[in-house]
């Protein structure tokens, strides 16, 4: 396990289509996370899972945003009617919880979402 | 809500000369304080971090301590490279449990010249 898998790497696609992206965690990390970072800003929290429950919802998500994590292992982030305002890197993360809380996050390279 | 506050940039050096970057945060309870890098075209990696007021956090020859009266985590290096030419960010988790995720500020680009 080399770390945490993103694809595609890049992806451009016509303002109104839907886009699927995946994520491959750290097998042995239990807790996986997604965040979208725009140009000049810091990564945004958009939600987060724990084995296969999804914990958290960001204000971020719209309704257009589903993820999902079959089974505890890799998770899956779509984006349905895409929009311009949609385009962005969009980051993957997995962590082991501990019980002091959340520790060790390994992130992805990012998923470079471009709607034109 | 949790936030980080970071200098704005961007910021230009020449080699070796001494950097700090600025960051202040807002937290419920007692944070953990955490600094991340993100190379050109690489994912985001974590620098340093710190868990209680006082520690000092260190890696590359990068510091930050943990300053609970000023809430700040200043990013300090005694002589950058041309290699250390990234994007930083100041980060937090705060809370434990269920609400442990991090939260980062805006980034600061680092640029050093030869």
């Known amino acids: 396990d080399t770390g945490v898998s993103q694809d595609p790497r890049h992806k451009i696609t016509k303002r109104g289509q839907n886009v699927t992206f995946r994520c491959d965690p750290i097998s042995e990390h239990n807790r996986l996370y997604w965040y979208r970072q725009t140009l000049g800003q810091g990564p945004e929290f958009l939600t987060y899972f724990q084995n296969e429950a999804q914990l958290e919802k960001s204000r971020l998500l719209s309704d257009r945003f589903s993820a999902e994590r079959p089974k505890g292992s890799f998770s899956t982030l779509e984006i349905q009617r895409t929009e311009q305002g949609d385009s962005a890197m969009y980051l993957c993360?997995?962590?082991?919880?501990?019980?002091?809380?959340?520790?060790?996050?390994?992130f992805g390279s990012g998923t470079r979402l471009t709607v034109v | 809500g949790d936030s980080v506050t970071q200098m704005e940039g961007p910021v230009t050096l020449s080699e070796e000369a001494f950097l700090t970057i600025n960051c202040t945060y807002t937290?419920?309870?007692?944070?953990?304080l955490f600094w991340y890098v993100q190379y050109p075209g690489e994912g985001l990696q974590l620098l340093l971090k710190a868990t209680k007021a006082d520690d000092k956090g260190s890696n590359k020859g990068f510091e930050a301590t943990y300053r609970k009266e000023t809430t700040s985590f200043h990013l300090e290096k005694g002589s950058v490279q041309v290699s250390d030419s990234a994007v930083y960010f100041c980060?937090?988790?705060?809370?434990?449990?269920?609400?442990?995720?991090?939260?980062f500020g805006k980034g600061i680009t680092l640029s050093v010249r030869p």
């Open positions: 980060a937090l988790i705060s809370g434990t449990g269920a609400n442990s995720k991090l939260t």
């Open positions: 937290a419920t309870g007692y944070p953990s």
């Open positions: 993360a997995s962590s082991l919880t501990l019980v002091q809380g959340a520790w060790g996050y390994t």
